[in-house]
């Protein structure tokens, strides 16, 4: 066993409060990606972030696993997940620049929606047809938040989605990644590969640096490595049904996030399709858990 796997029930508040305390740390590094994209390309940001962060992540693999942990069984999987990754990063920042933080995170809770449409074509995975009420009743929140018939859409709601759309496909990519490849592995291709495919932003005009352009960038990029890295440990130490309502919690940091710093008081439609989002994701993560729970008994009867 794992040094940091732990028996889910004696662990499960330890477990709790560090995917609290992991959301907390990417609201933060969100924060901070909204100050900066009012200047800098998304993509010159994530450049940067991956830049601070691959280095630290490859020192922790060295002393920890030694060089042998910074070699992948198959490579190939993590250049795909690293453009995706790339995406998914530029749509969501991209979206700060236009969106309140509290409306983008409300709508990249959508991912979970788009996991379970797609595990059926992809994995061969089929949800149940009330499943599939819950995700059309997941995606018509979007509709509460954007209103696209009220004369107040912005087409960069789009974004959050998109950005959802392609961290479904990461996850679900994650599948297919060879069991030699540990966690601090995956994170690794995650930091270096996107650092590497940006590095063409080099060649574009960056804007002039402002005091404390460094320190929001070496914030987005620790906060927003730690946060990830808090959020699969507690996925570690208890189920998913456990830790991953507390997801959640991000729409309250960002609300808190947006009226500190911005001014920002979200609109009575952003909780109420963030309300309708998160519920249609509870429902599906109960009655995954419910079916592998069911899954585990029939295995275990003689």
Known sequence: ??????????????????????????????????WL??????????????????????????FSAGPRGLVSARPAIHVGRALLTIAATWSFILSLRYLSLESATALIFTAPLFIA?????????????????????????????????AGVFDPATLLPVLAAA??????IGARWIDPRDNFL?????????????????????????????????????????????????????????????????ALLWASLMGWLVWGTVPSVWVYAGAAIIVGSGLYLLIHESRAARRARDRSQVP
């Open 117 to 149: 449409a797609l595990s059926g074509p992809l994995l061969k995975e089929w949800v149940p047809r009330d499943q599939w009420v819950a995700i059309i009743v997941g995606f018509t929140g979007v509709l509460v938040i954007a209103r696209p018939g």
């Open 185 to 249: 592995t995956m994170t690794f291709y995650m930091t270096l590969l996107p650092a590497i495919l940006c590095a063409a932003t080099l060649l574009m005009e960056w804007p002039e640096r402002q005091p404390g352009d460094l320190v929001l960038m070496a914030a987005v990029a620790l906060m927003g490595t730690l946060g990830i890295a808090c959020l699969s440990q507690a996925f570690r130490m208890a189920s998913a049904a456990t830790v991953a309502p507390f997801d959640y919690t």
């Open 166 to 171: 392609c961290y479904a496909f990461i996850m």
């Open 1 to 34: 066993m794992s040094a940091f796997a732990f028996d889910s029930s004696r662990h499960a508040g330890r477990a709790i409060a560090v995917m609290c305390f992991g959301v907390f740390c990417l609201v933060l590094s969100d924060t901070a990606s909204k």
């Open 37 to 62: 994209v009012e200047r800098y390309h998304p993509l010159q940001i994530q450049f940067v972030r991956n830049l601070i962060a691959a280095p630290v992540v490859g020192l922790i693999i060295l």
